[in-house]
């Protein structure tokens, strides 16, 4: 157990090359590309808080947990169809809240997160312009004069590296609009920095209970170990999953098998599965379509309906996550 309180966690996250104790080289095996690790840091900096950082196993490269968070010169890649806004964010852009769908607005609450994850499709979106530092104010203008916004989904960045009081404040905001019936939580960091999830914000999660629901993204059965499960078990909210598939962490039958029981041990169903978004820079973990839907009947035929998730992609201008299988 670390003695380090959360946000001590958060800022002794690894950030440099030189701190990690690993050899990148094992990775890229290519003498002369400490350039492309540079440029590819630049562009999206290095982050593994400490709980992570335990659980990685350093001497294999191709540990899920390692793959996940660890610089590779491929980032540089320039691959066709691998673009900085797959997923069409920015023309939904009304300030800090991105629109959609019709019943549920997202909103940006903030650009920080708790780790950096290679493949994020957000690794290019620019948090400077949008986010609620700017104007929280313009965002709840925004979702009361839209009755049609019944749900509102705090992401970011990662909602929960926001502090307890500004948290609850945003909450409290939300909530005071009529016609917002759910609040929905993105966030990966109860398994990335499981202390976060304090007595305090289990308390005020679960004085509200119902209209809340928490949504995490763990992709591998080792995210989630005793910590994350003590963590989360106070929780009286509804949890879900969504995982991204990703090639060399995930792309296997049995591993997402695991990811799947080992959420459901934790008290967490399955929500999503979802295809990679052409991001650039993310073109090493891509699988494509045919392999998805084998991977994905591979899960069927082996666990219950309620812990296959569905297999979506995101298709700029659809009017909701598009089913793959
Ligand atoms: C993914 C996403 C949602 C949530 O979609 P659900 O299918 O309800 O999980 C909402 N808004 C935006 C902008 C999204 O990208
Ligand atoms: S925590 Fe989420 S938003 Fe942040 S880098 Fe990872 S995938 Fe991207």
Redesign the pocket.
């Known amino acids: 157990m670390s003695t380090l309180n959360w946000q001590q966690e958060i800022r002794k996250a690894l950030s440099a090359v030189r701190e990690l104790p690993c050899e990148l080289s094992s990775v890229d095996g290519m003498p002369g590309d400490d350039r492309k690790i540079r440029e590819a840091i630049r562009e999206f900096g290095i982050?593994i808080p400490v709980h992570w950082q335990t659980k990685i196993n350093w001497n294999d490269p191709d540990d899920p947990l390692l793959k996940q968070v660890l610089p590779d010169v491929e980032e540089t890649g320039t691959d066709d169809g691998f673009v900085c806004d797959p997923t069409g964010d920015l023309p939904a852009a009304h300030g800090g809240v991105l629109r959609k769908y019709k019943d549920r607005a997202l909103v940006v609450v903030t650009g920080a997160?708790?780790?950096?994850?290679r493949?994020?499709?957000?690794?290019h979106f620019p948090y400077r312009e949008h986010h609620l530092g700017h104007d929280l104010a313009a965002a709840l203008d925004y979702i009361r004069q839209d009755p049609d916004i019944k749900e509102v989904i705090l992401?970011?960045?990662?909602p929960l590296t926001l502090p307890n009081e500004r948290l609850f404040l945003l909450w409290e905001q939300f909530e005071r609009i009529e016609h917002v019936r759910r609040i929905r939580i993105h966030?990966?960091?109860p398994v990335?920095v499981p202390s976060r999830v304090d007595k305090a914000l289990v308390r005020e999660l679960n004085k509200r209970h119902r209209r809340y629901i928490v949504v995490l993204?763990i992709n591998h059965a080792r995210e989630i170990d005793e910590t994350v499960c003590d963590a989360l078990s106070g929780l009286r909210v509804t949890l879900l999953n969504q995982s991204?598939l990703l090639k060399g962490v995930n792309d296997d039958v049995r591993v997402l098998c695991e990811l799947s029981t080992a959420c459901f041990r934790a008290g967490i169903l399955p929500y999503y599965l979802h295809m990679p978004d052409k991001t650039r820079g993310t073109a090493h973990f891509d699988v494509d379509e045919a392999r998805a839907k084998t991977l994905h009947a591979g899960m069927r035929a082996n666990l219950p309906g309620y812990l296959v998730p569905r297999l979506v992609r995101e298709i700029p201008g659809a009017d909701s996550k598009v089913p793959v299988a």
């Open positions: 982050k997160c708790a780790i950096h994850c493949y994020c499709f957000r690794r992401s970011g960045g990662d966030t990966r960091v990335v993204h991204v």
